[in-house]
């Protein structure tokens, strides 16, 4: 989602941890901290009514009052963060978000599951903190980070039958950029609610004639134990719903307090080299291949 660069230590910041961390060049890095604000969002144009999502929490039977942008605290926007004493800025965010989808036994077509912080749940009531994100893609391509894209790589087996069909998300700059030095201290930042999931990342080498992902380099994989906290707890409902064609979202789980977690993925670490010309990055599941010339094989099983 963004590319980040190291700026130093030159002040000490909001939810920055003062423990020194060592920063190793091949090895995924985990943040100590982050650097986000709240805005204060008073326009109510998105609330609606509509019925739970069907099962768990919200039930298909009952109709809840959705509200957006509840009280002061709105959209919590990402400005940098922290590995140990040292502070990364935001540079740039990716132009295009893609998502490929493949149809499968519990779902088809563009099925948009989203996590809010929540200000509050009582009876019918659901009051939510951030402004409404129509789609995953608007989720996902935005600094804000008390809501984002939930489930995006559970195809199936979800209890409150929060499943998708996603096997890979793309986050594309169509112009591409050359990989310039300092190449330990550029790349990407990953954020997770609950920092307990694992996922496979690869640089975008080349696009197609479409714009679309052609190669990539090999994946590198980040286990749950490469989460680092960011010193945020988050308590958010799920919502999902297919809105392509102007529908809205469902409640469908409400969870309980996770932590706010990201890990960071240098170029280096991503095999890349100073002049080497890439187009983003691309987020698969942990069980998809090791190998990236593969990675445009998407409905292929024996690959995802």
């Known amino acids: 989602m963004f590319v980040f660069r190291r700026i130093g230590r030159p002040y000490t910041f909001l939810f920055a941890m003062l423990m020194l961390c060592a920063v ?6 985990p943040i100590s901290g982050i650097l986000a604000t709240y805005d204060n969002v008073t326009i109510t144009d998105d609330d609606y009514s509509a019925a739970g999502g069907g099962t768990g929490d919200f039930p298909s039977g009952t109709t809840y009052d959705m509200r957006f942008n509840v009280g002061s605290q709105n959209n919590l926007y990402l400005t940098g963060f922290e590995i140990g004493e040292e502070v990364y800025n935001f540079v740039l965010l990716a132009e295009i978000i893609n998502i490929e989808r493949v149809d499968n036994a519990t779902t088809t077509g563009r099925h948009h599951i989203v996590l809010y912080e929540q200000s509050s749940v009582s009876g019918t009531d659901v009051d939510l903190k951030p402004s409404y994100a129509h789609t995953m893609e608007e989720a996902l391509r ?3 980070v008390n809501r984002g894209a939930d489930n995006v790589f559970a195809n199936t087996g979800d209890d409150n039958a929060n499943n998708n069909n996603i096997q890979r998300i793309d986050y594309i700059f169509p112009d ?3 990989v310039f030095n300092n190449i330990d201290q550029r790349g990407f930042l990953i954020m997770d ?3 307990n999931d694992r996922f496979k990342i ?3 080498t080349a696009l197609d004639a479409n714009g679309n992902p052609s190669e990539f380099t090999d994946p590198v994989t980040v286990l749950e134990t490469d989460w680092g906290d960011s010193g945020i707890t988050l308590d958010t409902v799920v919502m999902r719903g ?3 064609d102007g529908g809205v979202q469902h409640p469908s789980a409400n969870v309980a307090p996770q932590s706010l977690a990201g890990v960071f993925v240098t170029w280096q670490t991503l095999g890349l080299e100073t002049n080497d010309f890439i187009y983003g990055y691309s987020l698969a599941a942990n069980d998809v291949t090791d190998d990236g010339a593969l990675w445009t094989e998407v409905d292929n099983p024996a690959y995802f």
């Open 202 to 204: 690869a640089a975008i």
């Open 142 to 144: 935005s600094p804000i």
């Open 242 to 244: 297919y809105t392509e």
């Open 193 to 195: 609610r609950g920092g």
């Open 24 to 29: 190793s060049a091949h090895a995924v890095q």
């Open 176 to 178: 591409g950029f050359p």
